[in-house]
């Protein structure tokens, strides 16, 4: 049985600086891939932490109704107290 993982995304304004989106309950993200423009997206930090701990065998983004297929790249945390400060994902 595989299990993929559906996150819902949207795009990140740049009204607030990453510390502030992380104190509204929020995790900066950025998809990148070859031949794309990257785009900075921002997740519910307690669904993505949840979720990914599951170990899915694939992650896919809803954003604005379209459906990327992604692999996580890079979780960045903070080493004390293995809070999520951000993450890297690369369009498969």
């Known amino acids: 049985m595989s299990t993929v ?7 990140r304004s740049e009204d ?14 950025t998809i990148y891939g070859k031949g794309v423009e990257s785009v900075s997206v921002q997740l519910d930090t307690k669904t993505f932490d949840y979720e990914i701990r599951k170990k899915p065998e694939s992650v896919e983004i809803n954003l604005e109704g379209q459906t990327i297929p992604v692999s996580v790249q890079n979780v960045q945390r903070v080493f004390t107290t293995d809070a999520v400060l951000s993450v890297e994902f690369k369009r498969i």
């Open 16 to 29: 607030l600086n990453p510390r502030q989106l992380r104190q509204t309950g929020k995790v900066p993200a």
């Open 5 to 11: 993982l559906t996150l819902e995304a949207e795009k």
